[in-house]
């Protein structure tokens, strides 16, 4: 079954206590992105990338970090969460950053308490 | 800076009645637009996506694009109860692209048996 499966799905933790969210795809695709989503601010892209080793800045990136060695993993990395990242977060893939059907495959979230 | 607008709601229709959504974006070298349905707590799931000026109908859903008054809408025919979740907009100026996507807050659909 085609899918882009994050784990884990929930998570508390503290502030400072450096954690990883893993996002992985199984559809061969080049085109990985992770967002937030939070109340009245609808969702917004953190990281993207295009391809393997190559990754870019969405419209909220500070605090967090990425990595695409492989092309079915995109790992986010909160170095020093805080509580303002406290959010749901969401991994999505694409066939390439032209694909037709935008963002077609989203992941099923992880929801993420820094206290 | 890129905003897409959506009324937030609830918007309350009948069932089987027509539930008819809107979405107007600011920026008018936007390229591709794309309706997501979202049930509480889950993810986003694609509905329609559309490029052109007019309609485009998939089954129950037709998508409506209006480049010249910066406008977006989505119909949904005979509505079910199930269709009862926050519909979202999203637009590109990527043309055909998962790039750049940027999200209205969406409009929470309520469907009443």
């Known amino acids: 079954e085609a899918q882009v499966t994050q784990n884990p799905r929930y998570l508390i933790t503290v502030t400072g206590k450096k954690l990883t969210v893993t996002c992985s795809q199984n559809?061969?695709?080049?085109?990985m992105s992770w967002y937030r989503q939070d109340p009245g601010l609808g969702l917004r892209q953190i990281y993207y990338?295009?391809?393997?080793?190559?990754?870019d800045k969405g419209d909220v990136p500070e605090g967090y970090k990425v990595s695409r060695k492989e092309k079915r993993n995109f790992p986010l990395i909160l170095e020093s969460p805080s509580p303002n990242q406290t959010s749901l977060y969401f991994c999505?893939?694409?066939?390439?950053?032209?694909?037709?059907?935008?963002?077609?495959?989203f992941g099923q979230g992880t929801r993420l308490t820094v206290v | 800076q890129k905003e897409v607008e959506q009324n937030s709601g609830p918007l309350s229709v009948p069932e089987g009645a027509i539930a008819s959504l809107n979405c107007t974006y600011s920026?008018?070298?936007?390229?591709?637009f794309f309706w997501y349905r979202q049930y509480s707590g889950k993810s986003p799931e694609l509905i329609m996506f559309i490029y052109s000026n007019g309609d485009k109908e998939d089954g129950r859903f037709t998508a409506q694009l209006n480049k010249a008054s910066q406008y977006v809408s989505l119909l949904i025919r005979d509505s079910q109860p199930s269709d009862s979740a926050t519909y979202l907009c999203a637009v590109t100026s990527v043309r055909g692209g998962a790039d750049g996507l940027t999200f209205g807050k969406g409009t929470h659909l309520i469907i009443q048996p």
């Open positions: 559809m061969n695709h080049e085109y």
């Open positions: 920026d008018r070298g936007s390229q591709s």
């Open positions: 999505a893939s694409s066939l390439s950053r032209g694909d037709r059907r935008g963002l077609a495959f």
């Open positions: 990338s295009m391809n393997v080793e190559v990754t």
